[in-house]
């Protein structure tokens, strides 16, 4: 969905804050500019995306926060380090900051049942706790996973016609069976901030966060009101740049309704590391890996992924809402933050902040020898596979093996890495009799998602 993408936006706009480099160290300060600024270029234009913004700070330095490309393609208005973009769910960070506000403040308990503050929502047989709703083991029905939210993407629906649209239907699973990364639980914990703060999601994040801590580019990022620097968002089909869809910003609300700009993103982080969000009990929930009952281990905490990238401890999350695409990533033993925004879905925030970290730090890239399969030994992986939420597509086309329409290198032992995204890599568990996959493992950074095999090659 683009107009074809021209070489200006694979033109490094030098709008830019980065601080002078020290004395000592100045040649390999600007090689890693320079290394940062190609990781970029090179990635806007394998994506065709408009416009990204970078933000690195590393040991307490400011080490770069840069526009590359636009925020605005039809006029023409660079993105800079100032640009504000639609940051999708790095939004749950803030709703968990928040509940973790209110628990220090007396108000809220995480192990409180939900039916304290929704006592008419039909848990059924169910015990729901409010942590349940931070870490996604809840079993609610995600709403973004439901056909028929699509079809209302565009209203302004109330809270009571979204709570209704994802209580009606049965629960995925029992709660604390298993973790499933989901939207409601969100929702509803943006409705608990409201009911025990007495104040609108919006005004508490303003008046608890973003005004104290100096985030004046931070918003809940409606579409009426007029937001200096907001970047436009877009999609690519079949190579060409088009705008994207317009939603509704009242039905993100908690779970993804939030704009800000990558020196807001890490003003944030450094503030909550710092202890000036949420104290240390809050912090630690936050970025601990949580357990289920039966005392699994996922790779969530409340509202952050935790894992690990090439032995470096990892806290981060990813967002994605029409048009936008970003990445917030934090390495407490490195103090490093890398945040990564971006105007097109197309584009790949993610592997990119990971190249930036891996650049920063001096750690060398995946490096995967690939091995060669025939197009036959392929097609025992192709399939539909359930992973809880929406289906997907495994298939082979032209000699490659594509996982939702991404190139993938086969690298032994029934294993593929993307031929861009090298951090994450599948794994095909194939039954040992007919040779076919039955299941798919997905590894990165520490975090693991596991679907079953549900139907034969789209």
Avoid: C
Wanted: overall charge negative; hydrophobic content about 40%.
């Amino acid at each position: 969905m683009q107009i074809r993408t021209t070489p200006a936006l694979a033109f490094l706009t030098t709008v830019a804050s980065i601080l002078a480099p020290a004395a000592a160290g100045a040649d390999d300060r600007g090689a890693l500019l320079e290394r940062i600024d190609g990781l970029v270029s090179e990635s806007m234009e394998a994506t065709q995306t408009p416009g990204i913004s970078v933000a690195v700070q590393h040991r307490g330095e400011l080490v770069l926060a840069r526009g590359y490309g636009l925020a605005d393609v039809e006029n023409r208005v660079p993105a800079t380090e100032h640009t504000v973009y639609r940051i999708g769910s790095v939004t749950k960070q803030f709703t968990a900051a928040a509940v973790m506000k209110l628990v220090e403040d007396g108000k809220v308990a995480l192990d409180d049942p939900m039916t304290k503050y929704f006592p008419d929502y039909p848990v059924g047989p169910f015990h729901i706790t409010v942590g349940q709703l931070l870490d996604h083991t809840s079993g609610i029905k995600g709403y973004t996973e439901m056909p028929g939210f699509w079809e209302k993407g565009r209203l302004d629906l109330s809270h009571e016609q979204m709570i209704e649209l994802f209580s009606t239907v049965p629960y995925e699973f029992e709660p604390g069976d298993r973790y499933q990364y989901n939207n409601s639980g969100y929702y509803l914990a943006g409705l608990l901030v409201e009911k025990a703060s007495g104040k609108s999601y919006a005004e508490y994040l303003e008046e608890t966060f973003f005004r104290p801590l100096g985030m004046r580019e931070s918003h809940y990022l409606y579409n009426d009101p007029i937001v200096p620097n907001r970047a436009e968002g877009y999609r690519v089909e079949d190579g060409v740049l088009l705008n994207d869809q317009p939603l509704s910003m009242h039905l993100p609300f908690a779970a993804g309704a939030l704009g800000s700009s990558v020196l807001d993103l890490v003003r944030w982080m450094v503030a909550l590391g710092a202890g000036d969000v949420v104290g240390p009990d809050g912090l630690e929930a936050m970025t601990t890996r949580r357990r289920l009952p039966r005392g699994e281990e996922i790779g969530y905490g409340l509202g952050l992924f935790v894992g690990e990238m090439a032995g470096h401890r990892l806290i981060e999350h990813a967002g994605g809402i029409n048009g936008f695409l970003s990445q917030l990533a934090w390495y407490p033993d490195d103090d490093l933050i890398v945040a990564v925004l971006a105007n097109s879905g197309s584009a790949e925030p993610g592997p990119l902040q990971a190249r930036i970290a891996r650049a920063v730090l001096g750690v060398a890239e995946p490096d995967h020898a690939p091995v060669a399969l025939e197009e036959d030994e392929l097609k025992r992986y192709a399939g539909i596979y359930d992973f809880g939420r929406n289906p997907l597509p495994v298939a082979v086309k032209d000699g490659k093996l594509l996982i939702a329409g991404r190139e993938t290198v086969p690298i032994g032992e029934h294993r593929f890495a993307g031929t861009r995204d090298k951090e994450q890599i599948a794994i095909f568990e194939v039954d040992s009799e007919t040779g076919v996959a039955t299941h798919l493992r997905l590894e990165r950074w520490g975090q693991v998602q596991r679907g079953k095999r549900a139907g034969a090659e789209p």
